[in-house]
């Protein structure tokens, strides 16, 4: 009987949260066919480096659906000669490109994420990969340039590029956007985040809560059935809620309170840090945006989220992570998890308190 041929998955970005989420949600698919099998080409610039090997010995420990590999390739997406060899190794077998970026901080110039997305775009195009799945954002009005918060101004550039300039070349483009990443509320930063939040929003202000690891399954699910999701956007989020309402999950998953710092810390942080204050104003505007029905297929691209798979909400995340803390300390790995936590983000303790972030 013949070998299986490859159906390959690209994942950019694959060390990080969002990319090793998919994954692992990827090889825990069944097989896609009994003539294919799931692949994935975890990109990486060192496949010798900790966070890489951690990938592969994770893909281990998840076990996977029958018939699934993982497979790092180096490749760096700012030479795109590197690239380029990737897709010509995978050739026609290649089947879907995930493409994530890290977040470069507050307030940084992400000019990187705007050459790198539209390289990736564009040897898919070329090489009529069946379905290019981009991690976005959010918007926070209709009009793209109603932004002041420049990631998220370039990820609306992105999509923008995408959709009109090589979607009707053929690109097979679906926008996956991500809400808030509950990961932001733990670890170090997770007590000024929350605190930030907390006394820095309105009171009815609603955020859109999502963890990270349901990102990964939402993508899976796309390119599990890409066609239904061509062309399409979906948001990614639990629901919206109001700050308070993700403190009291946290307290009826945990039993006790959630860490923050005094709402005077808040207070004098808002002030000193203009990254900081750009982000609670960007949350007003989407609020106010999606409540006033501005964003008007909003709604539609939840639904479509949802019809893919379930997601956690903020409280059974929480338990979740209490649960999965517990039985770290049992076998003696609470150490590896925070260290996993610790600056996922590119925003750094020192970077929010001198207002350098």
Not at 55 to 79: K, N, P, Y
Not at 124 to 129: C, G, K, N, Y
Request: hydrophobic content about 40%; overall charge negative; proline content about 4%.
């Amino acid at each position: 009987m013949a070998s299986p041929s490859k159906r390959i998955v690209l994942v950019a970005g694959a060390t990080g949260k969002q990319g090793r989420a998919t994954a692992r949600h990827l090889l825990r698919l069944p097989q896609p066919s009994a003539s294919e099998e799931w692949t994935v080409w975890a990109l990486t610039r060192n496949a010798g480096s900790t966070a890489a090997l951690s990938l592969l010995r994770e893909a281990e420990d998840t076990g996977g659906g029958a018939g699934s590999h993982i497979e790092l390739v180096e490749g760096d997406l700012d030479e795109p000669d590197s690239i380029r060899a990737i897709f010509d190794r995978g050739g026609a077998g290649i089947y879907g490109v995930f493409a994530v970026f890290a977040f470069q901080g507050l307030g940084a110039k992400p000019d990187k994420e705007r050459g790198q997305a539209k390289l990736l775009a564009n040897l898919s195009l070329e090489f009529r990969v069946p379905a290019f799945v981009y991690s976005s954002t959010v918007p926070t009005s209709s009009n793209i340039d109603d932004t002041t918060e420049p990631g998220h101004k370039v990820k609306r550039e992105i999509e923008d590029y995408c959709q009109t300039e090589l979607g009707p070349q053929g690109l097979n483009w679906t926008f996956l956007r991500p809400g808030i990443f509950m990961e932001n509320f733990e670890g170090g930063l997770g007590p000024i985040t929350t605190a930030i939040f907390h006394h820095g929003l309105k009171k009815d202000t609603t955020i859109l809560p999502i963890a990270s690891d349901d990102i990964g399954k939402l993508a899976a699910g796309i390119f599990a059935n890409h066609a239904q999701y061509l062309h399409k956007t979906l948001v990614a989020t639990s629901g919206a809620a109001t700050m308070q309402e993700v403190v009291d999950g946290y307290r009826r998953a945990t039993g006790k309170a959630m860490p923050a710092v005094p709402a005077f810390a808040a207070a004098v942080l808002l002030y000193l840090n203009a990254g900081v204050r750009n982000i609670i104003q960007q949350v007003e505007r989407n609020h106010e945006a999606r409540a006033s029905g501005e964003l008007a297929t909003f709604e539609v691209e939840v639904a479509l989220a949802r019809s893919v798979c379930e997601v956690q909400d903020f409280e059974q995340w929480t338990r979740g992570k209490a649960e999965a803390a517990a039985a770290a300390v049992t076998k003696g790995l609470a150490a590896d998890a925070a260290e996993g936590n610790r600056s996922w983000n590119n925003v750094s303790l020192f970077k929010v308190l001198t207002g350098r972030a």
